[in-house]
């Protein structure tokens, strides 16, 4: 397992459509993905349950994946939610 600590950019912070973005990328790999705030777990498969996190900007979150392309998953999703969400 691994897991990366990153605080959230995007002014909107993470709503629907950025959830959406976040679910496709996620999808594409075989590793669980889970995205935890404030001590609580939410899928990164999931749109209702990332949408559900309500996480704002400047808020920290910690991406976690377990499995084959979790390396792979954790860089991407990374990339994604730093750079990628406006």
């Not at 999808?27 to 996190?53: D, P, Q, R, V, W």
Request: glycine content about 6%.
């Amino acid at each position: 397992m691994m897991e990366k600590k990153i605080v959230i950019q995007n002014e909107t912070g993470i709503h629907a459509r950025p959830a959406g973005i976040i679910v496709k990328e996620a999808a594409k790999f075989k590793s669980a993905i889970t995205i935890e705030k404030a001590g609580k777990e939410y899928n990164a498969k999931s749109i209702m349950s990332l949408m559900t996190m309500a996480a704002k900007k400047g808020e920290e979150i910690v991406i976690k994946a377990n499995g084959e392309d979790e390396a792979q998953a954790i860089e991407a999703l990374t990339n994604l939610i730093l750079n990628g969400l406006e």
